[in-house]
């Protein structure tokens, strides 16, 4: 196989690691709390300076070929908009920070603010996974819940705790582990936020960032690249196999 061949597909399946991207956010446009994710191509340090990514995006690399720079996946972490729901259990964060669950592999962090009561009686994810507060896991023993914008949890009036809302240094110190969740790398730990940097909205939930319109955009122009890149192999193939045939029937 001649080297365009290879590049063109190295390139091909670039873009359709790309388009795999760029669906699973559109895909995810109405998930509460979903941070979408940016594939970016860089070429090798010895060809451009180290760029370090904007505030707000972590960074994930992959590279697939030597005929292909990395590509490397940016987590934004922009707020998204606020959604109204009604639903006393509904909470989203307004500023900085995550909130802290308690997962059964261990400390998982979040955005989306869709609780519920579990089993055991205490505030939890749709997933069952109790929230933490600043004493531990919240118990819910009655039938009306307030949550203020300071975070602090009141049960039929009565305060039971506040909800744990931490940050991170630097955004790449978080990788995605699936269902709006993030765990930091290893040896990282989280801090408080500091007081009056974040308030909670009860009755509302922290919508997608995804923009619907960009990504469609970008992913027509991904089936763009990517058809190109089939039309060079094509070429190539028939290019080769020409100059074959020409040289068999020369001999």
Known sequence: MSGTIYQAAAGALLQQMRLDMLSNNLANINTAGYKADAPVFRLPPNDLPEVQAPAGLAVTP???SPYAP?????????SGSLERTGNPLDVAIVGRGFFEVQAPEGSRFTRKGNLTV?????LATAEGWPLMGQGGEIAVDGSRVEINGAGDVFVDGQMVDTLR???????DQLRKTGYTFFVPQEGVMPRTVEEGT???AQGYVESSNVDPIRTMTEMIETLRVFESY??????????????????????
């Open 62 to 64: 992959s590279g697939i």
């Open 70 to 78: 990395p590509l490397e996946a940016r987590t934004d972490f922009t």
């Open 118 to 122: 579990n089993d055991q009686g205490t």
């Open 165 to 171: 809302i931490v940050e991170f240094e630097a955004p």
């Open 198 to 200: 974040t308030q909670i």
């Open 230 to 251: 089939q039309r060079i192999m094509r070429t190539a193939d028939e290019a080769t196999a020409k100059t074959v045939n020409e040289v068999g029937a020369r001999a």
